[in-house]
């Protein structure tokens, strides 16, 4: 059966909404860190997102909590998160809502 990939990428987005980069009081959905979610008809969905550094103290944990969470999300099979380094994150990537946040700071 296959799923709603429409109604599946919502929920997902949302579930990345709940997740914050650890330096930055924003999240990592609106900083612009996740570059794709590709949902293939059985539930299978792969993250490819980035890190604001690849120094980034969070360069461990932050791609195995968008695994978990992702897992968390009803219709989800299995998940893959990739790391990419291109293109390089830059501030530009942020929502608008995260550029007004970070400058009320």
């Not at 709940?18 to 930055?24: A, N, Q, V």
């Amino acid at each position: 059966m296959a799923v709603d990939k429409v109604q599946l990428n919502r929920l997902i987005i949302e579930k990345l909404k709940s997740i914050f980069d650890p330096e930055l009081p924003v999240n990592i959905h609106d900083l612009g860190l996740i570059y794709k979610i590709d949902i293939n008809d059985n539930g299978y969905v792969q993250i490819t997102m980035t890190l604001t550094a690849p120094s980034c103290p969070a360069a461990q944990s932050l791609p195995l909590e968008v695994d978990q969470k992702v897992r968390e999300v009803a219709g989800v099979t299995d998940v893959n998160v990739m790391i990419t380094w291109t293109p390089k994150w830059e501030k530009s990537m942020m929502s608008e809502l995260a550029s007004l946040e970070l400058v009320f700071m």
